[in-house]
């Protein structure tokens, strides 16, 4: 029988419990808010790792990766970014407005065909804004084999923005980057 980390059962129950509080009102984007039992569920499929946990390899978070969870209201925002490599797709950028926190985040998951064939990999994930033509929230891994990654929380509400993510197999040159769609 596998057994949880303290610490691990506490964020899962934490989550669980985020899950049950009502979701609020949006302002922000061209997209309605979705309804409560959708909002619940995208936050908990961005936020879940395949296996259904939102930890790390080892079974912990560290007090960086919980500062940078989104708010439990947050919701996708336009559409979703593939990233590719080699032409494969590889990996999917997406981006997230909370309404009661009043910021945006970018989200990257890491396709499981890729992380199958490559142990560790750099990445990266930010919110783009158009009008200062900067990465803001940029969180950065250099030798990761996790699949779910999100941005700081991004003062951006009032801008033109986009999530933008990053991967980079180890041995290769270059990273292959990927962008959600604008939205003003």
Known sequence: MRTLSPVKGALVTAACAMALLPAGAAQAGSNPAPAPEADRGAMSTAMADQDGSMADQDGSMDEDSLRALPCNDAYQIGSTGHIKRKGQVIASVKQFYSPRCKRNYGYLYVWKSFRQNHKNYATNIAVYDFNTKKLVGLRVWNRTSAASFWSYPA???????????????????????????KRC
């Open 155 to 181: 003062n951006t509400v009032r801008h033109c923005t986009a999530a933008r993510g990053a991967v980079r197999a180890m041995g290769d040159s270059k990273q292959s980057y990927a962008y959600s769609s």
